[in-house]
């Protein structure tokens, strides 16, 4: 999360998105994991994204991790491992 939080902070209209609209760096990572592109790694280097389980809650504390599909298109280096 924190790695992400980094990154989002770099950027400048994620950081006018968010201030505009009232937001927190956790609800644009929380509505990523909604949409799962992000998805949570346990500590059994298990991948949960939501749309595996309709029920699971976003966890800010667990690893982050982007989806492979998305990783791959956006050419992202060892994101989340």
Avoid: C
């Avoid at 998105?17 to 937001?23: G, N, P, Q």
């Avoid at 791959?72 to 989340?80: T, V």
Wanted: proline share 1%.
């Amino acid at each position: 999360m924190s790695e992400l939080e980094a990154k989002m902070l770099q950027d400048k209209q994620i950081m006018t998105y968010v201030e505009s609209h009232s937001l927190s760096l956790n609800n644009i990572a929380e509505k990523l994991f909604e949409f799962s592109v992000l998805g949570n790694l346990d500590d059994r280097k298990r991948w949960l994204f939501k749309y595996k389980d309709h029920d699971m809650p976003f966890d800010e504390n667990m690893k982050l991790i982007v989806h492979f599909g998305f990783a791959k298109k956006l050419r992202f280096a060892n994101f989340g491992n």
